[in-house]
């Protein structure tokens, strides 16, 4: 049978992986989705070795996100008007080349603090310029029908490279120490960067050429003119902001709520990230379902809803079964919010909105200081708790104002 290696048991789960381009797109994600954990093991691991203060290793992390508060438009503008495969070369080749300089400064023993910080912000920014051009490009890599499947795998990749990144990081660390590891990250994307390579150019629908400031006003009229495309961005936005902290939180969850110690809260991550697999998995085998509204709404309010539950839970083996629900609907719900996303966005406007949409995906740091800051005043639990009900708020809300939402 044509295709057969992508059918299991009569279930296509791998059937957008019959696309010859989409295949390498997706396997060079995974790349350097790899590279970028193996990097943030290492950083985290370095800042802390330098510094000694766990404010710089967050401060760290949270510059990285910085650019793309405010270049993720300009990025989806290029996205539309530039070859996408060539910038996505571009982001893969400078990335490469910035690690493989952290990798030598620590190396040769003269790395500092504002060397980290430095390059922190140039990846920063080179992401925010090309990573909506991954995005937009992918419904021309795909057949209509395949797109649900696509995006299901684009989730499944990124929560595999999760476990792949910190593993390598993890052998890399006790063998070729710091530096070393670097150099393994740098590889990753050298090794992105020649997959993609040999992708072809899909065929897309540039824009006319307009300037910069009246590109991305064009993107948001569209999207304001979308009420689809507007609720489905701020739902991504509010969920973002007060539920997804949770994660940066769990450690508080693991030794001061359910008073696990460390043990317990890699069992917790790992429950997450075992439940994003299977939330990865479950929306790659519904291939082209034709009730995504509904699939949308369901999965939002179990994340949501189960975030409750876990936040006031006082039972460990409790708090684990939770966890793997939050991660898989966690993982429906971003692949059936992007798919639709990039079903209904035309191509012309698909980098500039999806431009915009990514910058949803950096409000969990800002969410994550706001509930750190809560947490102080009222308690963990109460904090979560109060994050998880505005978005089931919002959820309801938007589903009575917006009854096409069920339609989809």
Known sequence: MKHAFFNIRGIQIFRSLRHRNYRLLLVSQLAALSGYWILVMAQGWLVLQLTDSAFWVGMIAFIVGIPSLFLCPFG?????????????????????????????????????????????VLLGIVWALTDPAYMAVIPSLVTPDDLMNAMAMNTLTGRLSRFIGPAIAGVLMGLVAIGGTFYGAGIAFVVAFLLLFRMRSPATVTTRQTSIVKGIKEGLIYIKSNKVVLILIMLMAVVSLFALPYIWLM??????????????????????????????????????FKRKGWLLIGSSLTFTGTLILFAISQSFPLSLALAVIIGAANGIFAAVTTALLLSIIPDQFRGRVMGLYIISWQLPSIGSLMLGAATDWVGLPVAMVTGALICVVFILGAVLRLPVLRQL
């Open 251 to 288: 450690p508080v969850f693991a030794r001061d709520v359910l008073r696990v110690g460390e043990a317990g809260y890699s069992q917790l991550m790992m429950a997450v990230g075992v439940g994003g697999l299977v939330g990865a998995i479950t929306a790659a085998k519904m291939g082209d």
């Open 76 to 120: 989806g503008l290029y996205a539309d008007k530039l070859d996408r495969r060539r910038l996505m070369l571009l982001g893969h080749g400078i990335s490469a080349l910035l690690i493989l300089l952290l990798a030598t400064l620590t190396s040769t023993g003269v790395i500092a603090i504002w060397h980290i910080a430095v390059l922190s």
